[in-house]
């Protein structure tokens, strides 16, 4: 894409979800035309959020994790510490001043995209299904894809599965798929990665696949 765009990526460290998710709404409707695009990079305690169309039944059992319905996209998923989480906060409507061919589904495409070749960087086979928004290796679900379109812009994003405990995820049926297995990178790697080292490669693949300058990419 033709676009020398600036955008700001703000690692924000451990943060709860809610705080996030409201400070994410909050930029989006006080954005306009000039402000520059954002990426943020978080981890959450542990949550399960349910999508807007969520279904209750896709929680399995009640538990002492706490359940936010939230406003982006899809059924329910959970967070947790050493999942890396990427918020996209973008405007689709200057993308498609400068590429018409630009939408939401080609958004979707960048952020699976990004997460291939960064699992690739790590010898992973990964991949997107077009019927079920996320990347896969050999069927099980690696990372969750989300997202809320408001005023031309995106909010939410991805949660890609590090290092973590997938436990919780048993207690639902992740992305409502019943039986859908969830793994993480240190499944083929070693319990010594950490989101840390993982995040720059995710940012890099994603603004390179959207057209930012690289020289531009500014950390806060």
Request: contains cysteine.
């Amino acid at each position: 894409m033709a676009t020398t765009a600036n955008v700001i990526v703000r690692e924000l460290g451990v943060q709860p979800y809610e705080d996030i998710w409201h400070k994410m709404q909050a930029f989006t409707d006080g954005r306009d035309e000039n402000t520059p695009d954002e990426i943020w990079l978080v981890q959450h305690p542990s949550v399960f959020t349910q999508g807007q169309a969520g279904k209750a039944e896709h929680l399995l059992y009640q538990t002492d994790i706490p359940v936010v319905q939230s406003d982006r996209g899809g059924q329910i998923t959970y967070h947790g510490i050493g999942q890396q989480i990427m918020y996209v906060l973008i405007d689709i409507r200057r993308h498609k001043q400068q590429d018409r061919d630009f939408g939401v589904r080609d958004l979707v495409t960048a952020l699976e995209q990004a997460v291939v070749k960064t699992l690739d960087d790590y010898g992973l086979k990964a991949y997107p299904k077009p019927d079920a928004p996320g990347v896969y290796i050999d069927e099980k679900k690696i990372c969750s894809l989300g997202l809320r379109i408001r005023k031309g812009c995106s909010f939410h994003g991805l949660a890609l599965n590090i290092n973590m405990d997938l436990s919780p995820f048993q207690q639902i049926n992740p992305c409502g798929y019943m039986g859908l297995e969830m793994i993480q990178l240190s499944d083929f790697v070693g319990k010594e990665i950490q989101c840390e080292a993982v995040s720059s490669k995710l940012v890099a693949y994603f603004t390179t696949i959207l057209g930012y300058n690289s020289q531009q990419i500014c950390y806060q």
